[in-house]
């Protein structure tokens, strides 16, 4: 599956954003789908997942209660709403595919390229 995300943009802290992850390919629907961030410098770290199904969503402690992860599999596209955005959150997002529940990056095999998120404060 090939993935490409986009949303990203520079906004003052307390704002939003809404990460948008396309996917191509038949078998989208049976994926874990996940986002993770990187700074410079930093291993690339886990944000959020979402089952297949969209029944269970997993989130990273820092981002709990402000970004909700979600996906509509008839569009083939995974979403990041991120609300109450901080300047701890500035960093380039990653939509990943995998075929299993995992919090760690290796698991996920497919990647999209990335985009820029950076809070003001």
């Known amino acids: 599956v090939q993935l490409q995300a986009s949303g990203g943009g520079l906004v003052q802290a307390g704002g939003s954003l809404r990460l948008s992850c396309a996917a191509s390919?038949?078998?989208?629907?049976?994926?874990?789908m996940g986002w993770f961030r990187q700074t410079p410098g930093k291993e690339r770290g886990f944000v959020a997942a979402?089952?297949?199904?969209?029944?269970?969503?997993y989130y990273t402690d820092s981002v709990k209660g402000r970004f909700t992860i979600s996906r509509d599999n008839a569009k083939n596209t995974v979403y990041l709403q991120m609300n109450n955005l901080k300047p701890e959150d500035t960093a380039v997002y990653f939509c990943a595919a995998s075929v299993s529940r995992s919090r760690d990056a290796i698991s996920y095999a497919h990647w999209g390229q990335g985009t820029q998120v950076t809070v003001s404060s």
């Open positions: 390919g038949r078998t989208f629907s049976g994926y874990y």
């Open positions: 979402i089952s297949w199904s969209a029944y269970s969503t």
